[in-house]
Every structure is written in structure tokens, then in C-alpha cells.
T-cell receptor, first 110, second 116 residues
Framework: GQQVMQIPQYQHVQEGEDFTTYCNSS?????IQWYKQRPGGHPVFLIQ?????EVKKQKRLTFQFGEAKKNSSLHITATQTTDVGTYFC??????????FGTGTSLTVIP | KAGVTQTPRYLIKTRGQQVTLSCSPI?????VSWYQQTPGQGLQFLFE???????NKGNFPGRFSGRQFSNSRSEMNVSTLELGDSALYLC???????????????FGPGTRLTVL
């Protein structure tokens, strides 16, 4: 069956350092979404990528979708304490459900 | 617009009992998905309903079932509870776009189920 793997599982960074999480699918995806879940909260949508090779930016966050539409990454520049949380990717193939990655838990040390 | 609501927020049950969780999607959303979240397994897809029909189903035993009503509200039921069913159960509503593309999912706050 389809799997979406996400690495790393945990990441501790000093405030101001960069952070990247990677998502890999065993099959080609129609689109991929990214979510952030704060401790004690629920996942909140960040962005959706649809096109092969697509790059989108939201302030300090940069999202990429691989050329083969099987991998994606989220990069945060100059992390802040407000970036703390778990970041999930969710891959989707047309007609199927979303497959969530296992998530990357980000800790930012002030 | 009001967000996705889930009731109850917390539930404590004992093994063997059954439980029903409720989810009210954002007004106008006809797609409701259910997920089980546990620390070790992340977000596991349970099922998705669209216009009262189950469209997709995850790899869970038949003890887990759901339904959707004509007003798009959804319920999920777990029968014969086991200790391993303790988890946060999240529902998410979304719109379905043309061409099979999917819109963002809006998650509810979840129901925290503890099985003793």
C-alpha cells in the first residue's frame, strides 16, 4: 500500500537556525499538503502543492514538491519559538484518501 | 464561519464498551474524514464520507464504523473497545474540487478517548 515517510522524527534547533523536514512517498502523488500541529492542538493547514517541481514560500517557510511528485520538503529559515510544533505532510492520489507522514516534531531552544 | 466541532471532547470508557463520536463540519463542506492519532503511529486514516457515502476506508478492523447524515454531520462508532483504542480522534472537513483535486482539510479539536 501507499506509504508516506517523513524525516527526521525529531529536531531540536537553536533559535535563529534553519530547519528542514522531508517527506517521501512510495507512489506518485496528485498533490501534497503540509500541516502544523502545536502541542495540545489540532493540525492546521499550511499549504498545498500540486505541480511537479513547484516551490511556494510563506514568509520564512519554503515548500517544495519534487519533479517526480514523490517527495516534498518544508524549510524554515531563522526559526523562532513560535515555530514549535509538529509538521506533517499529507500526500494524496486522486480518488484516494490523504496519507499522512509520521510528522517531524520541532523544538526551538531560545 | 464556525469551525469543525467535535463532541464529546473527552471520554473515558472501559474495555468491551462501545462509543460514538460526533463531528459537525464547516457549513458547506460535504467531505468528512476521520483520523486516529497516537504518539507512536501519528495520524492514521479511518474513513472518509462524502454526501452520505463512504468514499475511502483505512486499514482498521470492522469494530470501527461511521456514517454521515444528510446535513453532512458525521459519527464514528467503535464497538468492543480495546486498550489500544485509546487515542485522539480527529475529524476533518473539506471541499472536493474539480478534477479530483482536494482542498485543505479543516480539523476539529478532537475527542480524547481513554480506554481503561
Amino acid at each position: 500500500g501507499q506509504q508516506v515517510m517523513q524525516i527526521p522524527q525529531y529536531q531540536h534547533v537553536q533559535e535563529g537556525e534553519d530547519f528542514t523536514t522531508y517527506c517521501n512517498s512510495s507512489t506518485t502523488l496528485s498533490n501534497i499538503q503540509w500541516y502544523k500541529q502545536r502541542p495540545g492542538g489540532h493540525p492546521v493547514f499550511l499549504i498545498q502543492l500540486v505541480k511537479s517541481g513547484e516551490v511556494k514560500k510563506q514568509k520564512r517557510l519554503t515548500f517544495q514538491f519534487g519533479e517526480a511528485k514523490k517527495n516534498s520538503s518544508l524549510h524554515i529559515t531563522a526559526t523562532q519559538t513560535t515555530d514549535v510544533g509538529t509538521y506533517f505532510c499529507a500526500g494524496h492520489r486522486t480518488g484516494n484518501q490523504f496519507y499522512f507522514g509520521t510528522g517531524t516534531s520541532l523544538t526551538v531552544i531560545p | 464561519k464556525a469551525g469543525v466541532t467535535q463532541t464529546p471532547r473527552y471520554l473515558i470508557k472501559t474495555r468491551g464498551q462501545q462509543v460514538t463520536l460526533s463531528c459537525s463540519p464547516i457549513s458547506g463542506h460535504r467531505s468528512v474524514s476521520w483520523y486516529q492519532q497516537t504518539p507512536g503511529q501519528g495520524l492514521q486514516f479511518l474513513f472518509e464520507y462524502f454526501s452520505e457515502t463512504q468514499r475511502n476506508k483505512g486499514n482498521f478492523p470492522g469494530r470501527f464504523s461511521g456514517r454521515q447524515f444528510s446535513n453532512s454531520r458525521s459519527e464514528m462508532n467503535v464497538s468492543t473497545l480495546e486498550l489500544g483504542d485509546s487515542a485522539l480522534y480527529l475529524c476533518a472537513s473539506s471541499s472536493r474540487l474539480a478534477g479530483g483535486q482536494r482542498d485543505e482539510q479543516f480539523f476539529g479539536p478532537g475527542t480524547r478517548l481513554t480506554v481503561l
